[in-house]
C-alpha cells in the first residue's frame, strides 16, 4: 500500500508571524499514517524549519534552481535547501509554466539537481482547459512526463513524487470530479510502469492537486490511484488541511478493508 502524502502549498503568503502560527497549529495534528509536508516561501524556510525539526511535518521547498551556486540572481539552489532543513521540493507547478517560462526542459534539468542533492522532488504536471476541451490532455501528460523524467533512472524514480494538477482546477473552486482524476493518475501509473516497470509504477505517488478542500478530499483520496493530494488555498488554514490529512488515511485505510 502507498502511504498517502498531503503537502501544502503556501505559494506566496504569510509573513514570518502568521506562518509561525499556522505550524503552531499544524503541529498539533495528528499526522500519523500520512506523510505531511508544508511548502512555505523561501523567507520562512529557516525559521519554519526550526519550529518543525523532530516532527513528523517534513519542510519543501516550492521550487530551486538546478546549479548548485554562482552568479544566478534572486535564485536558490538545492544545496541551500538542503542547508536550511528542506527534505522536499515542489518542481514544475503550472504558476511556474505559465507565469515565469518553465519548460518541460527545465523541469528535469530542475528534477535531476533535486535528486543529485539528495532533495524529494514533487513534480507537477496537468492540463489547461483548452487542452482538456481539445482532447489533448494524454497527449500533454504525456509530453510532460517524458519531459520531466529524461535520463532519470529507476532507482532514482523511487524518490519522485507526481502531483496531476489540471490548471482548470487551481484556485478556481473547480475541482476535477473524483473520476476524472482517476482516470488521469490511473494514465499516468501506465505510463510509468512503460517507461519504468511495475514496480516503480505501483510504488510511486501520484498526487491530486486543484482546489482540494475539507469538504471534497475524502471523494477524490478515496480513488485508487490518488495517493495524496497538493493543497494550496486550503493549506493555508490548520483545520481544513488537518481534515484532508485525516480523510487520506481514512480513505486508504477504507481501501485496503
Ligand atoms: P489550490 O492550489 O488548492 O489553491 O487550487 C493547488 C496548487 O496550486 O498546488
Given amino acids: 500500500m502507498r502511504k498517502p502524502i498531503i503537502a501544502g502549498n503556501w505559494k506566496m503568503h504569510l509573513t514570518l508571524a502568521e506562518a509561525h502560527a499556522l505550524v503552531r497549529q499544524l503541529l498539533g495534528l495528528d499526522a500519523k499514517s500520512v506523510d505531511v509536508v508544508i511548502c512555505p516561501p523561501f523567507t520562512a524556510l529557516s525559521s519554519v524549519a526550526a519550529l518543525v525539526k523532530g516532527s513528523r511535518i517534513g519542510l519543501g521547498a516550492q521550487d530551486l534552481f538546478w546549479e548548485p551556486q554562482g552568479a544566478?540572481?534572486?535564485e536558490v539552489s538545492?544545496?541551500?535547501?538542503?542547508?536550511?532543513?528542506?527534505?522536499?521540493?515542489?518542481?514544475?507547478?503550472?504558476?511556474?509554466?505559465?507565469?515565469f517560462g518553465e519548460t518541460d526542459e527545465s523541469v528535469n534539468r530542475k528534477l535531476v539537481a533535486a535528486l543529485k542533492h539528495g532533495l524529494l522532488p514533487i513534480v507537477c504536471i496537468g492540463e489547461t482547459l483548452a487542452q482538456r476541451e481539445g482532447h489533448q490532455t494524454f497527449h500533454v501528460i504525456t509530453r510532460q512526463l517524458e519531459g520531466a523524467f529524461t535520463g532519470i533512472a529507476e532507482a532514482d524514480g523511487a524518490r519522485i513524487t507526481l502531483a496531476y494538477e489540471p490548471v482548470w482546477?487551481?484556485?478556481t473552486g473547480r475541482n476535477a470530479t473524483p473520476e476524472q482524476?482517476?482516470?488521469?493518475?490511473a494514465f499516468i501509473r501506465q505510463w510509468l510502469g512503460k517507461r519504468f516497470g511495475s514496480s516503480?509504477?505501483?510504488?510511486?505517488?501520484?498526487?491530486?492537486?486543484?482546489?482540494?478542500n475539507a469538504a471534497n478530499a475524502a471523494s477524490l483520496l478515496q480513488q485508487l490511484d490518488v495517493d495524496g493530494a497538493l493543497v494550496g488555498g486550503a493549506s493555508l488554514k490548520a483545520d481544513a488541511f488537518g481534515t484532508i490529512m485525516k480523510a487520506a488515511v481514512e480513505a486508504k485505510v477504507k481501501a485496503v478493508v
Fill in 72 to 74: 544566478f540572481t534572486g
Fill in 78 to 99: 538545492p544545496v541551500m535547501l538542503v542547508d536550511v532543513g528542506c527534505r522536499y521540493v515542489i518542481i514544475g507547478h503550472s504558476e511556474r509554466r505559465t507565469l
Fill in 169 to 171: 482546477a487551481i484556485g
Fill in 181 to 185: 482524476a482517476q482516470e488521469v493518475h
Fill in 200 to 212: 516503480l509504477a505501483d510504488s510511486l505517488r501520484i498526487q491530486y492537486g486543484g482546489s482540494v
